[in-house]
C-alpha cells in the first residue's frame, strides 16, 4: 500500500493535475482500490496461518519491489540523485518498516480493528508536523485530533478490544501509521518538488532488495529455500505484494491524474468499511464500541482535513 501514504497529502505537496475524467474507469479504479487495501488485512491473517510474521513482511516488500523495479528504473534518471537518500527513507517509513509492524500486529488484532486504527494516519501527519515542524494547529483541527485519540482509547479499553485484540498488537498499528506521518511530513519538506509516481516506485527499491536479500541469507533459522513457496498462503502474499503494492500503487495515481488528489484520498477513509465488513463476514466479532470509535476516529480525520 505504497500510494497509502501519499494519499493525505498529495494535494498540498505535488499538485499534480490531469484530464478530470469522472467516468466508469475511475469509479472502477476507485472501487477496486478501497476493495483491495480494505481487504489487505485478511490476506495478512491467512498468510499468518503459515509464514511468520517477520517473512511475511519481508516477501510481501520484496515480491512489491520487483514488481515495481521496471518503473523504478525508467524513473530513477528523472531524479536529482541528492533526493535519493530521503526518498529511500521514505521508503522505509512509509513501507518497510511498518510491513513488518503490521505483520506482527495482526497475530493479534482482527482486521477490523486493523483497518479502523490505520484511518489515524492524517491525525498523525498534523501531529508531527507540529511538533516538529512547527506547523499551526487552529483550535477545529486540535478538536479532530482529540477526537481521534479519544477513539483510540474507547476502542482500547472497551471489552472487544481488551477481550479478543491485544492492546501491545493494536500499539504496534499505531506506531506504524505514526511512521506513515513521518514519512508524510518528510516529503512535504524534502521531496515536495520529487513526483508521486518517482516516489511510489523508487522508494521501494532499497528497502525492497535488502529485504529480498535478508530472506535469501536467512533470518529466524528460516530462508526463502525453507518457506512453504508453494502453500495456498504464499498467493496471499503475492496479492498484497503485486495487487496490494504494485500494482495498486499505479492505479492509484492514475486515480489522481483522471479525477483529483481530494478524490483519491476519499480511498483511505472508506477502505475500513470493507475491513469491518470482511471482519463480519468472516466471523470476527465487531464490538458497537468499534462501529463508534470507527465514527469519532472518521469526524477527526474531517476535522483535521477541513480547510479552514
Same mark, same amino acid.
Given at each position: 500500500? &505504497?500510494?497509502?501514504?501519499?494519499?493525505?497529502?498529495?494535494?498540498?505537496?505535488?499538485?499534480?493535475?490531469?484530464?478530470?475524467?469522472?467516468? *466508469?474507469?475511475?469509479?472502477?479504479?476507485? *472501487?477496486? #482500490?478501497?476493495? @483491495?487495501?480494505?481487504?489487505?488485512?485478511?490476506?495478512?491473517?491467512?498468510? !499468518?496461518?503459515?509464514?511468520?510474521?517477520?517473512?511475511?513482511?519481508?516477501?510481501? @516488500?520484496? @515480491?512489491?519491489?520487483?514488481?515495481?523495479?521496471?518503473?523504478?528504473?525508467?524513473?530513477?534518471?528523472?531524479?536529482?540523485?541528492? +533526493?535519493?537518500?530521503?526518498?529511500?527513507?521514505?521508503?522505509?517509513?512509509?513501507?518497510?518498516?511498518?510491513?513488518?509492524?503490521?505483520?506482527?500486529?495482526?497475530? +493479534?488484532?482482527?482486521?477490523? $480493528?486493523?483497518? =479502523?486504527?490505520?484511518?489515524?494516519?492524517?491525525?498523525?501527519?498534523?501531529? =508531527?508536523?507540529?511538533?516538529?515542524?512547527?506547523?499551526?494547529?487552529?483550535?477545529?483541527?486540535?478538536?479532530?485530533?482529540?477526537?481521534?485519540?479519544?477513539?483510540?482509547?474507547?476502542?482500547?479499553?472497551?471489552?472487544?478490544?481488551?477481550?479478543?485484540?491485544?492492546?501491545?498488537?493494536?500499539?504496534?498499528?499505531?506506531?506504524?501509521?505514526?511512521?506513515?506521518? *513521518?514519512? =508524510?511530513? &518528510?516529503?512535504?519538506?524534502?521531496?515536495?518538488?520529487?513526483?508521486? +509516481?518517482?516516489?511510489?516506485?523508487?522508494?521501494?527499491? !532499497? $528497502?525492497?532488495? !535488502?529485504? !529480498?536479500?535478508?530472506?535469501?541469507?536467512?533470518?529466524?533459522?528460516?530462508?526463502?529455500?525453507? #518457506?512453504?513457496?508453494?502453500?495456498?498462503?504464499?498467493?496471499?502474499?503475492?496479492?498484497?505484494?503485486?495487487?496490494?503494492?504494485?500494482?495498486?500503487?499505479?492505479?492509484?495515481?492514475?486515480?489522481?491524474?483522471?479525477?483529483?488528489?481530494?478524490?483519491?484520498?476519499? $480511498?483511505?477513509?472508506?477502505?475500513?468499511?470493507?475491513?469491518?465488513?470482511?471482519?463480519?463476514? &468472516?466471523?470476527?466479532?465487531?464490538?458497537?464500541?468499534?462501529? &463508534?470509535?470507527?465514527?469519532?476516529?472518521?469526524?477527526?480525520?474531517?476535522? $483535521?482535513?477541513?480547510?479552514?
Amino acid at each position: 500500500m &505504497v500510494a497509502i501514504t501519499f494519499a493525505h497529502n498529495m494535494s498540498d505537496t505535488h499538485a499534480e493535475r490531469g484530464d478530470q475524467r469522472f467516468d *466508469i474507469t475511475t469509479y472502477g479504479i476507485f *472501487i477496486f #482500490l478501497v476493495v @483491495i487495501w480494505g481487504a489487505a488485512y485478511y490476506f495478512m491473517k491467512q498468510a !499468518l496461518f503459515v509464514f511468520p510474521p517477520l517473512h511475511t513482511a519481508l516477501l510481501r @516488500i520484496a @515480491i512489491g519491489t520487483i514488481a515495481m523495479t521496471p518503473f523504478a528504473i525508467l524513473h530513477l534518471k528523472n531524479v536529482e540523485k541528492s +533526493k535519493l537518500p530521503y526518498i529511500f527513507l521514505s521508503g522505509f517509513l512509509g513501507n518497510g518498516i511498518p510491513a513488518v509492524l503490521y505483520m506482527y500486529a495482526m497475530q +493479534k488484532v482482527d482486521s477490523n $480493528v486493523a483497518g =479502523i486504527l490505520n484511518a489515524l494516519t492524517p491525525i498523525w501527519v498534523l501531529v =508531527i508536523g507540529f511538533l516538529f515542524y512547527k506547523k499551526r494547529v487552529s483550535a477545529l483541527k486540535t478538536l479532530g485530533i482529540v477526537m481521534g485519540f479519544a477513539g483510540i482509547c474507547i476502542l482500547f479499553l472497551s471489552k472487544g478490544a481488551s477481550h479478543e485484540n491485544s492492546i501491545f498488537h493494536a500499539g504496534l498499528i499505531l506506531i506504524a501509521t505514526c511512521m506513515y506521518g *513521518i514519512n =508524510i511530513n &518528510v516529503i512535504e519538506h524534502k521531496l515536495h518538488d520529487v513526483p508521486s +509516481k518517482y516516489l511510489g516506485s523508487i522508494s521501494m527499491l !532499497l $528497502v525492497g532488495y !535488502l529485504y !529480498l536479500l535478508i530472506l535469501l541469507i536467512g533470518v529466524q533459522g528460516q530462508s526463502l529455500a525453507t #518457506l512453504p513457496l508453494f502453500s495456498k498462503e504464499m498467493m496471499y502474499i503475492i496479492i498484497l505484494g503485486v495487487l496490494g503494492t504494485a500494482f495498486s500503487n499505479l492505479l492509484f495515481f492514475m486515480l489522481v491524474k483522471r479525477s483529483n488528489a481530494n478524490f483519491a484520498s476519499m $480511498v483511505t477513509y472508506i477502505m475500513p468499511i470493507v475491513s469491518i465488513a470482511i471482519g463480519f463476514a &468472516v466471523g470476527e466479532t465487531i464490538m458497537w464500541q468499534s462501529i &463508534v470509535c470507527f465514527v469519532m476516529i472518521l469526524v477527526g480525520v474531517w476535522l $483535521v482535513k477541513k480547510k479552514l
